[in-house]
């Protein structure tokens, strides 16, 4: 095979809640993918493809500044570094291609059972913990209240508890770790899933070709997954 050949190049979540069901989509597309070792770019033998294995939080912007051709990432971690990054005007482009059917979640505010929720106007100008701040500010701004922030990148459910927050604004599925903390769920932010996206800028030919091979599968797999 000449090394010139042009390789789709794919960002995916190395581990995590995405990985599984990622590697399955691509598997079930007909990819042989050898995930087992530790290197971060793993070729697929069977397709001009490589997968680049990576947390999930930076799959944004590999595809934002052309790193990745295509990635796979949830909706909440798109649309807080397209926030983020138009407030510091960078580059924020990319193409949607597909919405997938996997990593559903709800990123949701969620106070301390005793607290009284009579609406969100009884939110304002309390602090929330939370990983993705933009998605809170623009929710807060469209609805009309201040709220403040303080960045957290995991175990956000403590911070009510240890006097950091208020209150907590995080992806909730089932609801179960927020009750085992003593949260309840009050307002719905941002409902999220999966979504397969891609660079904005055009492919070269070789590149849309894979593209126009793998398209279709992936949407075969979804549908007979329905
Ligand atoms: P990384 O560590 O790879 O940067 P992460 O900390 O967001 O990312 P995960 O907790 O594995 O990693 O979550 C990955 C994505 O899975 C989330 O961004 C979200 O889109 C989706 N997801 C689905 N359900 C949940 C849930 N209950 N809690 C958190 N994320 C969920």
């Not at 609406?119 to 500010?137: I, N, S």
């Not at 960045?151 to 240890?162: D, H, I, Q, T």
Request: a negative charge.
């Amino acid at each position: 095979m000449s090394t010139s050949e042009p390789r789709l190049r794919i960002a995916m979540q190395k581990s995590g809640r995405l990985s599984d069901d990622t590697q399955e989509l691509l598997k079930r597309c007909g990819l042989k993918i050898n995930l087992s070792d530790r290197r971060l770019l793993a070729h697929v033998s069977n397709m001009p493809i490589d997968i680049m294995r990576v947390r999930s939080s930076d799959i944004p912007g590999l595809i934002m500044d052309g790193v990745c051709d295509l990635g796979i990432v949830g909706d909440n971690t798109l649309e807080e570094e397209e926030l983020e990054r138009q407030l510091i005007g960078s580059k924020s482009e990319y193409i949607r291609t597909t919405a997938l059917d996997f990593g559903g979640c709800r990123f949701s505010i969620a106070m301390p059972e005793e607290f009284e929720y009579t609406g969100l106007k009884c939110l304002d100008g309390l602090r929330f913990a939370t990983t993705y701040p933009q998605l809170l500010t623009r929710f807060a701004k469209e609805n009309g209240i201040n709220v403040e922030f303080c960045l957290l990148k995991g175990s956000v459910e403590v911070a009510p508890r240890v006097g950091l927050a208020d209150g907590i604004c995080d992806l909730v599925s089932t609801g179960a770790t927020l009750e085992a903390n003593g949260l309840k769920e009050v307002a719905e932010v941002f409902r999220s899933k999966a979504s397969l996206i891609q660079r904005s800028d055009a492919l070269c030919t070789g590149k849309q070709a894979i593209l126009d091979t793998l398209l279709p599968r992936i949407y075969g797999v979804m549908k007979a997954k329905e």
